[in-house]
């Protein structure tokens, strides 16, 4: 059975020479073989996919007869296929056009991004379902990633960006979507690529979190407007149990910084929602109804 265009050519190949799909206004055959194997106007059609084809389809080696390049799925007339068939080898020759990046198509949802010196830059991503994601490679190293855009299906966007100097810091965004709210996080992380706190900010809020080795939340700072809360978790591994203080400004009470205690316990070391015991809360020092 014929091997379809796309199953030839995909995945694509980098090559400096080639030419972009939306510049074959005057080769329309070429531009309706393309195009109709899932080829975007601002895909790139490189020299080594001009070779994958010749070599598929030639019954002379690099060399497309009329009945070849027909084979091949070429229509029209046999003078518009002969000149179709002469243009591919110009193809070949042709060198890229100067351009930031390159796009090669690898399936119908994935793309690779080079520059002219042949080397990968980023990686694009389209689902059916229309999410959107872009990883940002430091250029010829896909091993070092400088930052990621990431947009779901339901319209919010994520933004990261990593310090190729400094691995242990990494800074977020997320846009919520409809209103357009935009949430900002900045992480640390220890030698051991572990994240050590994060920090987190929005329209008149922020938010300081701390982690343990485990991962595990040790201290929480919510400030809101002129409103502070703190939380510290106490781990007793030994016990199983995560004794929790909260701290917070008691405004809304007109009264002064309020503290309660929860005891929840551990299972496997990670807190649960099941409360042990709830000790008396205070408002400055003062015993008052538990919450």
């Known amino acids: ?29 070429l531009m309706m073989l ?18 994958r084809l010749k070599a598929e389809f030639a019954s002379e080696p690099g060399k497309l007869s ?15 296929i002969l000149e179709a068939i002469k243009f591919l080898d110009l193809i070949i020759l042709h060198e890229l056009p100067p351009q ?10 994935e793309q690779l991004n080079y520059n002219s010196e042949g080397q990968l830059v980023s990686r694009t991503t389209i689902e059916p379902t229309g999410e959107f994601s872009e990883i940002v490679y430091d250029p010829g190293d896909p091993e ?54 994060y920090y987190e900010s929005g329209p008149n809020y922020y938010k300081t979190t701390l982690v343990d080795e485990f991962g595990r939340i040790v201290f ?20 199983q149990t995560m004794t929790q203080t909260v701290e917070g400004d008691a405004k809304l009470l007109r009264q ?9 316990a551990l299972d496997g070391g990670q807190p649960t929602s099941t409360v042990i015991s709830e000790i ?7 015993i008052v109804q538990i919450l």
């Not at 009329?66 to 518009?80: I, P, Q, Y």
């Open 34 to 51: 393309f195009t109709g194997a899932g080829f975007g106007l601002k895909n790139f059609i490189y020299a080594t996919d001009v070779g």
């Open 66 to 80: 009329l009945e070849d390049a027909k084979k091949m799925g070429l229509n029209g007339r046999d003078s518009d």
């Open 1 to 29: 059975m014929t091997k379809t265009i796309k199953e030839i050519i995909l995945p694509q190949k980098f090559s400096s020479n080639g030419v972009r799909l939306d510049t074959l206004t005057e080769h329309k055959v």
């Open 100 to 109: 930031e990046t390159y796009p090669l198509k690898v399936s119908d949802t």
């Open 280 to 286: 008396d809360t205070t408002i400055d020092g003062k």
């Open 144 to 197: 070092i990633i400088l930052k990621k855009y990431i947009k779901k299906a339901d319209g919010t966007l994520y933004y990261v960006e990593y310090n190729p100097l400094d691995p242990t810091k990494v800074q977020a965004e997320a846009t919520t979507s409809p209103d357009g709210v935009k949430i900002k996080r900045v992480y640390s992380y220890d030698a051991k690529g572990k994240i050590k706190s």
């Open 256 to 264: 002064g910084v309020m503290t309660k205690k929860i005891v929840y």
């Open 220 to 239: 929480i700072q919510d400030v809101m407007g002129n409103m502070t809360k703190k939380t510290l978790n106490r781990y007793d591994d030994k016990a």
